[in-house]
């Protein structure tokens, strides 16, 4: 489903957020605290917006890993990182659930709006803290549904109703159709927070943004 909707993927994006997913993307990339020359994991990076957010952290002296499973949005990714001059992102092809990455490899772990795509959440956050040096940071930007009026019946508007129109126009409906089911069966943001928890995650703490329809968490290992 990812292969198919790589080439619409950054436009739908921007379209349903109303521009606004790049602000959220560098928001976490702030959560994780990053110094130049330190190191940074991006998960299920998609074309790489987050992961170039994290290399303007690190700098020229600093490595940013964007990891995905869909080839072609990492071909994507290693074009705009080309375009962009920035050269500390390597790109390449990682199963977040069994990562191919020494224990304690990075400074920081970030995953944006892939957490509810994980087949087990609970072995990809145990992937993340084992990939995590000791005192590094995680940070999960996800969709999460809003619990109070008005915010509720508008969710269910334009994630049911709206965001699959704009798939079907995109060329791709059953693609957007997933949108709202996935974020359905996702823990709400205290559940989240439960599960990294459990992972041995410390400091845990969220930010509600976009009128409680994005949340945006962090950890310490």
Request: aromatic share 10%; with cysteine; proline share 5%.
């Amino acid at each position: 489903m990812f292969d198919r909707i790589s080439g619409v993927y950054d436009r739908m994006n921007r379209v349903m957020t109303a521009g606004l997913d790049q602000t959220w993307r560098e928001r976490a990339a702030d959560r994780v605290r990053l110094e130049p020359g330190q190191s940074a994991l991006d998960l299920c990076s998609g074309t790489g917006d987050l992961a170039l957010a994290l290399a303007e952290r690190v700098g020229p002296e600093g490595r940013v890993v964007g990891a995905d499973f869909s080839r072609p949005m990492l071909e994507l990714a290693d074009v705009k990182a080309r375009n962009f001059g920035v050269a500390q992102v390597e790109f390449e092809w990682a199963d977040t659930l069994d990562l191919p990455y020494e224990d304690e490899s990075f400074d920081a772990v970030t995953i944006s709006f892939g957490a509810r795509n994980l087949a087990d959440l609970p072995k990809g956050l145990s992937e993340m803290y084992r990939v995590l040096k000791p005192g590094g940071s995680l940070a999960i930007l996800e969709i999460t549904q809003p619990s109070r009026q008005p915010l509720a019946s508008f969710f269910v508007l334009w994630f049911d109703r709206i965001v699959p129109l704009l798939g079907k126009f995109a060329g791709d409906s059953s693609a957007y159709e997933y949108l709202p089911q996935s974020v359905r069966s996702f823990p709400d943001a205290g559940a989240l927070a439960d599960h990294m928890d459990a992972a041995g995650f410390r400091h845990i703490r969220w930010t509600l943004m976009a009128g409680s329809i994005i949340a945006l968490h962090s950890g310490v290992r």
